[in-house]
């Protein structure tokens, strides 16, 4: 549906920056944690389904993953997200060629029905994920594609053997989306997950009720002795920024895991003071617009290409930092990180340069060129206030100034992702997140074979320049082929056009303890150390 009356972006920009910014508030050391209470925590949208193997949305992990296990995790207390520790996995070891990971896997634990977990569960969920049977959606079954066997030689042992070794292979089994399945479940209906819940995780799923609420109890069986610390939580759905945080600030909810504006984290600064703590984070997300190539005029490059140089990112990255969940310009990794792009290597790219002028004086000659120049199509956006309204209205005021008409239609999450997945859209505003900041994570999104390759580009060249990357050992050489697949991705086919990276703001009640903020919306959610100050 298109909502009408949306601000232009000009006045909602203006709207917006008459927060004043005021210091954010410390985060207080943790005491002796205190067993009991109920976390209340807000979630901006409703899961599509329950099924993690599927999906990639925080609307369903959020509410979800602390039902669950996955086989490896990173350490809750990590800030940067990338320290991985055992969770059903007891311990591991490795083969010198790097190319044998075995693990064994805690006994003793169950699932919420009583029944005992075995490495036959946790290999039928891998399979799952892997090698998904007919009619399963897996959306990282591309991120395997290294695994040559997977065998539970034992009750307690998993072994992963793979077609050659892969720097990223522990980073991708300490994906949070990785949940432990039933493989008794899965043999006799295989979508089951999508709309049941049921594992081996802290807490155990009680009931769900759209467009209000989910709730989960302690489960007191839990093989990690004396976690939860909670006796439970509930989920409130909230679409609306402003209802979340008089939530907040009212008391009603503890805590949004996702991410607020500068300019609410300043507004609950002031009116709660010590009764708000501000953790932040870069974020391991970025928001640009996805074109159809399965349609015209999308197909062409050059109006691909006359897109993404429409806009002016430096400008925009000043006027939305201050507005939402975006903040720095950025290539195929997040700034500051190992594998990320210089900025002098991110001008030479297509719409990263300085010159916005010039840059916008091509673009339409190039729609001219393709018989484009009166351009007019419906930008598919999610019904999220942050920061996919926001970005989107910024977009269309970009692609207006070369020319370029553009409605704004906003869907409900469930909506938007039936939407990409069935190719129903000509441009649609989409948001690569991934939890880990690892290349070979963060970047199966626009491989060919991809499930989230929603415009449905084939582009074999870049699947061999992942594959290389991928299983390089030397650094330089992985940074040089990393280019190349940027450049490709951004410059030379434009099969995704790059907006900006997130910035992660999580304001919450000081009563919230032991929750450690990431780079990621998806880690660090089963709430299993998460406690209660009164």
Known sequence: MRRPGRPSFAVLTCLLLVAALVPAAGAAPDDKPRAGGELVFIVAAEPPSFDAHREETFAMLHPGAPQYNTLMRVDPFDRTGTKFVGDLAESWTISA?????????????????????????????????????????????????????????????????????????????????????????????????????????????????????????????????????????????????????????????????????????????????????????PWNCSIGATPNEQKKPYDDKRVRRALTLALDRWEGSKALSRIALIKEVAGIQVPGTPWATPPAELEKLAGYGRDITAARAEARRLLKEAGAENLSFTLVNRAVPQPYEPFGIWLIDQWRQIGVTVKHSVLETSSWFQALRNGEFEVAVTAPCNSIVEPDLDIHWFLTTSPVNYGKHKDTVMDDLYARQSRTLDPDERRRLLRQFEKRLYDEEIHFIMGFQWHRIIPHSSKVRGWTIMPSHFLNQQLDTVWLAE
């Open 97 to 281: 060629d790097r190319r044998t990971y075995t693990f064994k896997v805690r006994q003793g634990v169950k699932f919420h029905d009583g029944s005992l977990m075995t490495s036959r569960d946790v290999k039928a969920s891998y399979d799952h994920i892997i090698s998904p049977p007919p009619g399963v959606v897996s959306s990282r079954k591309a991120t395997y594609q290294s695994v040559e066997s997977l065998d539970a030689p034992a009750p307690d042992t998993v072994v992963f053997r793979l077609k050659y070794p892969e720097a990223s292979f522990m980073a991708a089994l300490a994906s949070p989306w990785n949940w432990i399945y039933k493989a008794d479940i899965l043999a006799r209906d295989p979508r089951w997950y999508e709309k049941n819940v049921m594992g081996t995780g802290p807490f155990k799923f009680v009931e769900y009720v759209r467009g209000s609420h989910w709730i989960a109890k302690k489960n007191p069986d839990y093989w990690d002795k004396g976690k939860p610390y909670l006796d439970g939580f509930r989920a409130i759905f909230i679409p609306s920024s402003s209802a979340q945080v008089a939530a907040v600030r009212g008391e009603r909810a503890h805590i949004q895991f996702r991410g607020f504006t500068p300019a609410d984290r300043d507004n609950l600064v002031s009116a709660v003071g010590k009764k708000i703590t501000v953790q932040e984070s």
